[in-house]
């Protein structure tokens, strides 16, 4: 039997939907008196919030509780496996690896305090119920200090593409109440938050009394002290006109968006049921283009989903080409259990994904840096994240979410007026431009 734990350490594995719900269940065990510990090796209670997306991310949770069992301390800790792993595979986890006191849904991780107090009385504690978003009202108030904040407004999917494990995991598309999620942003700010990015499975399928996103976003905007919104995953049948014209009209909105495609072939999207073509989602880009022109697109990729041929896989390529992605996510296809797409005929070889994936990337790196490249000499703001490796060197993110670094003895949470000066794959340099004095 393991004591009742004093310390804990919440781990994050896959997307910022974990990263809120691992906040979220930090602020949690401190309000029942628990104190984080520096890392997972001297942690009582150690919390695996995984993500089971593709099959390599769902491992990793049996790798991690082997490695704790097998600590340097000598004492294995308390474990619980949260996140989508626990919601898709439940009591199968503790039978595989017994070393794991508790499993929690994604849906009801505000219980985990009652669980944990089950396993310190030496039961195995299973909580992967689906309630409608009971979780939010019972979670403790919001206390972050960091200048950039996670903010779920929607959880869970109703498009079920063929490969995707999140609408068994997640559950069914539920938007939370506006006045909730406006009172959360302001506690946001209140503890130190300059940018909120707006989170959703699918986020812009946000609907409350035929309100739709861009009127949350309008609310957010009247926010003093909030200089910053953002907002992610979208899916293109949701890009509004409403949510078009706010990337013109509302200046806190960043000029970003992750809007996935997938594929560029449209047979391959139809097996996918994205229920979009690769020209309608060329023509919902011109039309945000038209409204900002100079928004950053990003995207998600699959290679090799099941029965893709060369020509369609080509196909996406140029579909990247056409949009010329300022940053994107690509992925070869994991055959996830339950979904449609496991079970079709024709999953390509590996070695074929592989192949195509590094042909992907490829354009796509090239694509990053190209557009990395074209901002240099902009004159911009960045918002200051945190201290750099470099004496006097800080972080930050430009608008169009790219790292900047920069001398400046301005503080974590400063928006700083900057020159970009020279620009890499994956950050860009700047130097912070003195202002005159009024
Ligand atoms: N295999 C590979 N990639 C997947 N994604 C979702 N499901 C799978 C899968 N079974 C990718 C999609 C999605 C992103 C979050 O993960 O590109 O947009
Ligand atoms: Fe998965 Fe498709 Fe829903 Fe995105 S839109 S979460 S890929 S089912």
């Given at each position: 039997?393991?004591?009742?734990?004093?310390?804990f350490h919440v781990k994050s594995f896959g997307c910022q939907m974990n990263v809120y719900d691992g906040d979220r269940m930090t602020e949690l065990l401190e309000a029942e008196g628990l104190k984080a510990a520096a890392d997972a090796e001297t942690a009582d209670l150690v919390v695996l919030n995984t993500c089971h997306i593709r099959e390599k991310a769902a491992e990793k949770v049996y790798s991690d509780i082997g490695r704790l069992v097998k600590r340097e301390t000598g004492r294995a800790p308390m474990i619980a496996v949260a996140g989508c792993v626990a919601q898709a595979e439940?009591?199968?986890?503790?039978r595989r690896a017994p070393a794991v006191d508790i499993v929690v849904g994604p849906q009801a991780y505000h219980n985990l305090?009652?669980?944990?107090?089950?396993?310190?009385?030496?039961?195995?504690?299973?909580d992967t119920d689906m309630p409608a978003l009971s979780k939010f009202g019972a979670l403790p108030a919001r206390r972050r200090q960091a200048p950039g904040a996670f903010l779920t407004v929607q959880e869970g999917c109703d498009k079920f593409c063929t490969y995707c494990v999140v609408p068994y995991t997640r559950g069914a598309?539920?938007?939370?109440?506006?006045?909730?999620?406006?009172?959360e942003a302001k506690a946001l700010v209140d503890a130190g938050a300059r940018e909120i990015t707006l989170l959703g499975q699918n986020v812009n399928a946000w609907r409350e009394d035929g309100r739709g996103l861009d009127e949350l976003i309008r609310a957010l905007d009247a926010i003093p002290g909030l200089a910053r919104i953002r907002y992610t995953t979208s899916h293109p049948n949701d890009m509004t006109e409403g949510l078009i014209r706010a990337h013109a009209e509302v200046e806190k909105l960043m000029p970003y968006l992750h809007l996935p495609v997938q594929s560029g072939s449209d047979r391959v999207l139809r097996a996918m049921n994205r229920s979009h073509s690769a020209d309608s989602y060329l023509?919902?880009?011109?039309?945000?283009r038209?409204?900002?022109?100079?928004?950053?697109?990003?995207?998600?990729?699959?290679?090799?989903?099941?029965?893709?041929?060369?020509?369609?896989?080509e196909e996406t390529?140029?579909?990247?080409?056409?949009?010329?992605?300022?940053?994107a996510f690509s992925f070869k296809y994991s055959a996830r259990p339950g979904t449609p797409a496991a079970g079709m005929a024709d999953q390509v070889p590996l070695a074929v994904m592989d192949e195509r994936l590094q042909r992907l990337q490829a354009l796509l790196n090239a694509q990053q840096l190209a557009f990395n490249q074209a901002s240099v000499g902009r004159r911009t703001q960045v918002l200051i994240e945190r201290v750099g490796?470099?004496?006097?060197?800080?972080?930050?993110?430009?608008?169009?979410?790219?790292?900047?670094?920069?001398?400046t003895d301005a503080a974590i949470g400063d928006l700083v007026e900057v020159e970009l000066l020279a620009a890499g794959p994956n950050s860009l340099a700047g130097a912070a431009l003195v202002r005159e004095a009024a």
């Open positions: 039997m393991k004591p009742s734990p004093r310390t439940g009591a199968e986890i503790p305090p009652a669980l944990v107090r089950e396993a310190a009385a030496g039961r195995t504690a299973l598309e539920l938007s939370r109440p506006f006045t909730a999620i406006v009172d023509r919902i880009l011109e039309r945000v038209a409204a900002r022109p100079d928004i950053a697109i990003s995207g998600d990729f699959i290679v090799g989903f099941p029965g893709e041929t060369e020509a369609e896989f390529l140029r579909i990247v080409e056409a949009v010329n992605y300022a940053q490796r470099k004496p006097g060197q800080m972080l930050g993110k430009s608008p169009w979410l790219q790292s900047v670094h920069l001398e």
